[in-house]
């Protein structure tokens, strides 16, 4: 017999945690990709550009949290940890990229992360019935 050390509103809350985890670094990604727009064009746009790799990071490690303790405590799945897990390793692939300004694959990752999470996205909505 195995007991569960978490209560039935904790394991509510998580999946709508992990949701809005989720979203949010959709949304991180998506502002990357208009920050490194104003990167290219105006000088003040590499502080943007910055502050938004500091929000993307904190938040891709805040989404790997959630999906830890959404998995361990509950025995959820272990998909969205394995999720989470890489795409905290891509963004700090990407991050590394940025640092030693190789654009030629920094540009193509930064895209492939915003279709991964947006895909991520839509697989955790939940699905409504018509």
Partial sequence: ?????????????L??????????????????????????????????????SYTLFSVTLAHLVIA???????GGPVRPVLHAAGFFGLTLAQVALGLAHVKSVHVPLGVA????SLLHLVTVSPRRNP
Avoid: K, N
Avoid at 42 to 49: E, K
Avoid at 113 to 116: D, I, P, R, S
């Fill in 1 to 13: 017999m195995t007991t569960t050390t978490t209560t039935p509103a904790a394991g509510r809350r």
């Fill in 15 to 52: 999946p709508g945690l992990l949701r809005l985890a989720i979203t949010l670094q959709t949304v991180a990604v998506f502002a990357q990709a208009i920050t490194a727009g104003l990167l290219l064009t105006s000088p003040a746009g590499g502080a943007a550009h910055s502050a938004g």
């Fill in 68 to 74: 830890v303790l959404a998995w361990r405590p509950g």
């Fill in 113 to 116: 992360l915003f279709g991964l």
